[in-house]
């Protein structure tokens, strides 16, 4: 989304303003400000003539991030700018072969990133397709269909049932007009207009004089005049909203960055000291920057930053295979840290269709959760007579005072209609019935269709030579036409008043049916409007939670993450769901709306955000308030959500999830993660996946230090204890990226631990490496240094063994520790004794791979030449095995003694 360049000059026809409250205008003063005759239109001269002052209506599409972006990404971190000074320094050193060994690790680990990310953004790239492509008009009398970009401020623009609304519009004639604003307010079901005005302090979801752009005409047709046109409409509010969002780094990105700045820091320290001791006790200057330089390829994780990227891809595969798409690598993390989850609630937690739940008649509540689920296994029957029982006598008057369609295919249920209508219709085919049998079968003589203003529907039928007439709409007007109640004697308005509470206490939206036989057919042209009608029933709706859903919500409370509804609907129907789904608690459940939120400072929200489990009617703005005040307080937020409206705070969150299939392109392209199939219990797989990736990267992490310092150490202690350098750079570069690099690798691909969901998520200040890490990677850095020296030592006092064979000695013996300490390795609490092998069949293949890759080298006159090695005795092989595999004894020991002792790991 983009900026339009619109002139926002005073004039008739000015933009308006956030302070401008077109909807408590009454329609005379509209006219006047806009200078518009509403039967002519503006003349093509006018209408041109404000084009050029405003601009054109549309919003100007993203065109994402540029490929050369991306790539220079791949470089923006500190392990790589390690990295860099690491090839830096051997270029200098004129170490050429080490120099390229490093670049080749830049550039595999930027054309992993690259590509990944690449791939994630071409797989959701935003279209921007939410403006209606043309608009239906009046200039200069007559009705024009023009291109939606060509309407500007003051047009008359004719809306019918359908179509999308073209730019924000008061309305000046609306005739049963509801309108689907979902994806703009988050309410699940179409919105009457009037055109009557409002308070000047409504909140967009209950400015019923005004239709906005981008929204949908569900049924009926108006014409309104038009208030704002591209970037000034609400959804251009919402663009605005997001460009200013801050961007947020992931708790991974700010660990790592911690970590290579404590890896830097110890590295300048202790070459600076190294080469400072060297210089002091006479060592000449070359050989002490040669030492420099296998100190800093010693220290230096060379191959962090490629299994970082390679765990972090495999994460984003593993999750694309279980209906998740991450569009940065860091975001796979991010998820398994988030600590609240604030959902939208249609269409993420609900399924956006509306149903009736239940039928109350006669005293008795009917649950349609008794019928099958799929209308196509429902029994059928036959269309009912007039004499049936009055719960079906109910379900027959939903259908018969009913526009809407619905047809059965083998994919499923089409509906076309208003969601109200085709719930009925729902309901009628769940039952058993053929809505095409039951309308032809009571054939229908005349009809009063539905208007905000008349708050009813009534269809005249004739069945068998006899006349009748159904009648659905409000409780409390349908209520005023009946003189009895089906199954009662009598009518007992009290019970029925009691019963339409208890339903909307419960969130249901509910709605009356009535009937009656009259004594002569009425008139096609103008039917009489009903009454001394026989009352049937009262239809509670809802837009049902989706499969699953509660059950994800209780795992990710088990996984320490609290879930908060964030929606735009009304309160009782929001808490009604929450309280269904779990997410708030069964008595004294609290819910704030936008209103109160506008009540509230920024210090007061921090407050009620940690207790607070459901927000209603709450606008964009009020979303972002959410957001900015969980994180203020030390939350990692990730947002759900499917709707333009929720675009500004998936952006703000640490990690936005978007819908993929009935989510709008403005919140795909706002969010990190998108879900394939539109399924809140996939954010469940997604939670296990990022946290698996973020273990890896952790194990990873504390095998590449913990043999780091081990490798570290051997060098200036060798130059104490007087001896030759232990290790030349390229056999350190060999040992830290070519074997090494394939283990660590395999660590990348390690299962997850069976009970990663019940761990607590990490706080956003938790280091990559944790303190008792750090204390189990000082102990085995000092065990795989002083083995290694100790086979050093052994090989130099062998007569029969020249320096090159004793450095052999020294660096194979550093391979083969890596070897046992990758098993080790597997798990930070487990003993590796209790896991299974196969578990992670690239392990095995990975750590076979290394050492014949290693041997090959020490026969093969090429790696000879380079690698400055030679071929070791069968004595010295036996020897550095013995004392490589304690370094796999010792790590077995500190997992036992924290154990035992009850230690965190």
């Known amino acids: 989304m983009a900026e339009r360049t ?10 308006a303003s956030p302070e401008q409250a077109w909807h408590a205008l009454d329609v005379e003063e509209i006219l006047d400000r806009f200078d518009v005759d509403p039967e002519h239109g503006l003349s093509a001269d006018e209408a041109g003539q404000r084009l050029s002052e405003h601009g054109p209506n549309k919003l100007e599409e993203s065109e994402g991030r540029p490929w050369w972006q991306t790539l220079l990404d791949q470089f923006r971190s500190p392990l790589i700018y390690i990295l860099l000074i690491a090839a830096v320094v051997t270029l200098l050193l004129q170490e050429y072969v080490d120099a390229a060994a490093i670049a080749a690790v830049l550039i595999l680990n930027a054309a992993i990133g690259f590509y990944q990310e690449r791939q994630a953004e071409q797989a959701v790239q935003a279209l921007m397709q939410l403006v209606s492509p043309t608009a239906l008009v009046l200039r200069d009398g007559e009705e024009r269909e023009i291109d939606a970009e060509e309407v500007v401020p003051g047009d008359v623009v004719l809306l019918a049932s359908g179509g999308k609304v073209p730019a924000d519009a008061r309305l000046l004639q609306a005739s049963s007009l509801q309108v689907d604003e979902s994806l703009l307010t988050g309410e699940s079901t179409a919105v009457s207009k009037t055109t009557d005005p409002v308070e000047e302090d409504a909140p967009v979801a209950e400015r019923s004089c005004l239709v906005f752009d981008g929204t949908a005409v569900a049924s009926g047709r108006a014409r309104g005049v038009v208030v704002a046109t591209g970037q000034a409409t609400e959804l251009g509010k919402i663009a605005e909203q997001m460009r200013g969002a801050e961007e947020i780094t992931s708790p991974l990105t700010e660990r790592m960055g911690r970590f290579a700045n404590i890896i830097g820091l110890i590295i300048v320290v202790s070459v600076l000291l190294t080469v400072g001791y060297g210089l002091l006790v006479g060592e000449p200057l070359g050989e002490m920057l040669l030492v420099a330089a296998a100190l800093a390829v ?47 609630k249609t269409g993420t937690l609900t399924r956006n269709e509306m149903t009736v739940q239940e039928v109350w008649v006669a005293g008795r509540t009917h649950d349609l959760d008794e019928l099958p689920e799929d209308p196509r296994h429902a029994e059928t029957q036959a269309p009912p007579g007039s004499d049936a029982e009055p719960a079906t006598l109910a379900t027959l008057a939903g259908v018969l005072a009913n526009e809407a369609e619905i047809a059965l295919t083998d994919d499923g249920v089409e509906t076309d209609g208003d969601p109200t209508e085709t719930a009925f219709l729902l309901a009628v085919v769940r039952s058993g019935y053929d809505v095409d049998e039951v309308r032809e079968t009571w054939a229908e003589r005349a009809q ?54 208890d339903m909307a206490g419960h969130g249901l939206r509910v709605l009356a049916t009535a009937h009656a036989r009259l004594d002569s057919p009425p008139d096609r042209d103008d039917p009489p409007e009903p009454d001394g009608l026989t009352f049937l029933g009262l239809h509670g709706l809802l837009d049902p939670p989706r499969d699953g859903v509660k059950e994800a919500i209780a795992a990710a409370r088990r996984a320490g993450q609290r879930v908060v509804m964030i929606t735009g609907d009304h309160a009782a129907t929001a808490l009604a769901i929450a309280r269904d789904l779990g997410i708030a608690a069964d008595d004294d459940a609290v819910v704030l709306t936008g209103r109160d939120l506008d009540d509230r400072s920024d210090e007061e929200l921090r407050d009620l955000v940690a207790d607070v489990s459901v927000f209603a009617r709450v606008e964009p703005g009020h979303k972002l308030r959410i957001v900015e005040a969980a994180q203020e307080i030390g939350e990692v937020v990730a947002v759900t959500g499917d709707g333009v409206n929720d675009a500004p705070a998936l952006k703000r969150a640490d990690i936005g999830v978007a819908m993929g299939q009935a989510g709008t392109d403005v919140a795909r392209e706002a969010s990190e993660l998108v879900l394939t199939d539109d399924n809140f219990v996939t954010i469940e797989s997604a939670i296990e996946e990022g946290r698996v990736t973020f273990d890896n990267v952790r194990k990873v992490t504390f095998f590449l230090i913990s043999t780091g310092v081990g490798t570290f150490l051997i060098v200036p202690l060798s130059m104490l204890l007087g001896w030759p350098l232990i290790l030349v750079p390229a056999q350190l570069l060999w040992a830290n990226v070519i074997t090494k690099g394939l283990q660590d690798l395999a660590l990348a691909f390690e299962p997850g631990e069976p009970d990663v969901l019940d761990q607590q998520p990490r706080g956003r200040k938790e280091p990559v490496v944790t303190g008792p890490l750090w204390v189990r990677t000082a102990i085995t850095g000092a065990v795989i240094g002083a083995g290694t020296l100790l086979m050093f030592g052994w090989a130099l006092a062998q007569d029969h063994l020249t320096l090159a064979q004793a450095q052999t000695v020294a660096l194979t013996t550093l391979v083969v520790f890596q070897a046992f300490h990758l098993f080790s390795s597997r798990s930070e609490l487990r003993s590796v004794f209790t896991m299974s092998l196969t578990s992670n069949r690239f392990l095995f293949l990975a750590q ?5 890759v290693h041997v090959a080298a020490l026969y093969l006159p090429p790696t ?38 009850g230690l965190a790991a």
């Open 448 to 501: 009063i269709p539905f208007e905000s203003q008349r708050r009813y529907a009534a269809s005249y039928r004739e069945r068998d030579g006899e006349h009748h007439v159904f009648v659905k709409g409000a409780p409390e007007r349908v209520l005023a036409m009946c003189r009895a109640s089906a199954g009662d004697d009598g009518l007992d308005e009290d019970a029925i008043r009691q019963a339409q509470e």
């Open 298 to 344: 010693a220290a230096i994780p060379e191959a962090l930053p490629v299994v970082l990227t390679v765990a972090l891809a495999l994460g984003v595969q593993r999750m694309a295979r279980r209906h998740a798409i991450i569009r940065r690598l860091p975001a796979v993390e991010t998820l398994g840290s988030t600590t609240f989850i604030g959902s939208d």
């Open 6 to 15: 619109d002139d926002t000059s005073a004039g008739p026809a000015q933009q």
């Open 864 to 901: 000879q030449f380079v690698l400055r090695v030679e071929p070791i005795p069968l004595q010295a092989w036996g020897y550095l095995l013995a004392v490589s595999v304690t370094v796999l004894l010792v790590v077995e020991l500190d997992k036992l003694i924290r154990h035992c002792f």
């Open 848 to 852: 076979v791979g290394a050492l014949v």
